[in-house]
């Protein structure tokens, strides 16, 4: 498979994530594949017809992120009351099963 029908199957494939999440987060072996998907990145982000930035992870630099620039923003109003409720639920998450919290709120009772 030559590059272009690579970099378009790989975009194919990262579409559905980004519709979804906003940014897709890839590991890569070495220079080559990580500018692979960046190209890659690039080319859903033509795809969908929506801005992309794409980076090596600062937490992972084995790890390349494509992410929709304007995701959530005033023109995507849906997008930004997802990730609020996503944010939302990561959160009560946070302060309610962490048993160093003082809101923790114990182990779930078990169904019957």
Known sequence: MNDDALVLELATAMC??????????????????CELLRRAGRKAGRLLDRPVRTRV??????????????????HHPLE?????????????????????????QGPPSPRS
Do not use: C
């Open 16 to 33: 559905e994530t980004l519709r979804r999440a906003g940014q897709v987060m890839t590991p890569y072996r070495d220079d080559e594949e």
């Open 57 to 74: 992870s600062e937490y992972d630099d084995a790890a390349v992120v494509i992410a929709i620039s304007d995701w959530g923003d005033e």
């Open 80 to 104: 930004a009351r997802l990730s609020s409720v996503r944010t939302a639920r990561i959160m009560n998450d946070v302060f309610t099963k962490d048993p160093d919290s003082p809101h923790y």
